[in-house]
């Protein structure tokens, strides 16, 4: 959980394992949070109920090898991550492809979709004919979306960039959900309330992991 959930490298994680007497290299923990981080990312997603009908949309530019990729990002109106795909453009068909999936994904229409002002998103509802939700297209409004880039931002910068886009996808695939289950709106909630949401991610996080409470 370390890995994904703190802007920690694996060989920061190396080093708090060895503070601890478990000893390991880093590319056993690069083992490890692919082999069990799919499943863990699964059994939250598989608990977590229908988020918020409100869907903020954004993409942002990566360099992959010297080559511009674009992160595109749907999050809700309380912060929570809806999906994120890694595309080679930034266009119709890509704004397109991602619509379709959080459709598909959601199972429902949303009431408002907030976007830039990057017209393939209406062009991309347009094409699949979605036209019963509220589209509005602001740059201001969008900054739910924008501010959700910022933790790939921190651990882009401390794993030295994606080395491919397959390796960004698998990491967001599975960092998004963790990141979820740990999320809370704190402006919102009281301090003793924040605390008690941690204790219950806390909880279902060793539920899912099958540990044993501390």
């Not at 490298?9 to 692919?34: C, F, N, P």
């Not at 990491?171 to 219950?200: E, G, M, Q, W, Y």
């Amino acid at each position: 959980m370390a890995y994904f959930r703190f802007p920690l490298s694996l060989r920061m994680v190396e080093d708090m394992l060895a503070y601890k007497g478990i000893i390991v290299t880093h590319q056993t923990i690069r083992t490890w949070a692919e082999k069990f981080g799919r499943g863990y990312a699964n059994k939250i997603r598989r608990r977590t109920p229908r988020l918020g009908d409100k869907w903020h949309l954004d993409e942002a530019v990566v360099s992959i090898r010297g080559r511009k990729h674009w992160l595109w990002r749907a999050v809700d109106q309380e912060g929570f991550v809806l999906d994120v795909l890694v595309q080679s453009h930034r266009n119709t068909k890509a704004a397109r492809r991602l619509i379709r999936k959080l459709l598909k994904k959601q199972g429902c229409v949303p009431r408002v979709m907030v976007t830039d002002k990057l017209r393939s998103y209406a062009a991309g509802n347009r094409q699949i004919g979605l036209t019963v939700c509220d589209h509005r297209q602001h740059k201001g409004l969008n900054n739910r979306a924008e501010n959700s880039h910022q933790p790939i931002r921190r651990r882009e910068k401390i794993m030295k960039r994606f080395k491919s886009t397959r390796q960004l996808q698998r990491f967001v695939s599975i960092h998004d959900p963790i990141a979820n289950l740990h999320h809370f709106p704190r402006n919102k909630l009281t301090s003793s309330d924040h605390r008690a949401c941690r204790n219950a991610a806390m909880d279902a996080w060793r539920k899912i992991a099958c540990l044993q409470a501390a």
